[in-house]
């Protein structure tokens, strides 16, 4: 259901038009400040929210895998309403069911998994950027399809330096990961695997 307005949107947040993103926001954003502050949450909850919901289309948009089977206002009004009750789960606030307008549709459990999926890619780049150079290299290479022996040659180092230096960054970043309360909180649901 991508109607021509709906296309024109999506290609201003595409190409950063800032007219179309700030009609977008001025349009959109009372509604999601609605929920929010009617669920428990402020002004700078409901804008958080809206960004990063902006901020999971332009991602899909530039992979091309972002499907409408609704309007674009529906979609994203279900992205937001999803994305703050994950967040009050995770805060253990209290949830006040709050219908958006009409058009609103049920969130699909696509859109829901790839919110999951953004929240544990978040976990993981937060500590990954923790790493040492040398460790961040290393796992960059190993994430990218490369054997031990070309890691060995790309770095300069030796293939057992090599694969001891993967174990134990592959080790100490799980640890730190596993330590994480976000990542603690995504494992209490027995669906969500990291």
């Not at 409408?68 to 789960?89: A, E, I, Q």
């Amino acid at each position: 259901m991508n109607t021509t307005k709906d296309h024109k949107i999506l290609e201003g947040i595409v190409t950063g038009n800032e007219v179309v993103i700030t009609t977008f926001y001025r349009k959109n954003l009372p509604y999601i400040r609605q929920y929010v502050l009617q669920n428990s949450g402020s002004s700078e909850d409901a804008e958080d929210v809206f960004q990063d919901a902006l901020i999971l289309i332009y991602q899909k948009l530039k992979t091309d895998s972002l499907e409408l089977h609704s309007s674009l206002r529906t979609y994203f009004y279900g992205v937001c309403k999803n994305m703050w009750r994950n967040r009050l789960r995770k805060n253990k606030k209290m949830i006040i069911t709050q219908k958006f307008p009409e058009d609103a549709e049920i969130i699909t459990p696509i859109v829901i998994e790839d919110i999951e999926y953004k929240e544990r890619e978040h976990v993981y780049r937060r500590h990954f950027l923790k790493l040492s150079n040398t460790c961040r290299e290393v796992l960059s290479l190993l994430f990218k399809g490369n054997s031990m022996k070309d890691i060995a040659r790309i770095t300069g180092y030796s293939e057992g330096y090599t694969r001891k230096k993967k174990f134990e960054c592959k080790r100490y970043l799980i640890e730190m990961i596993e330590k994480d309360p976000a990542y603690q909180e995504l494992q209490l649901n027995p669906e969500k695997e990291f």
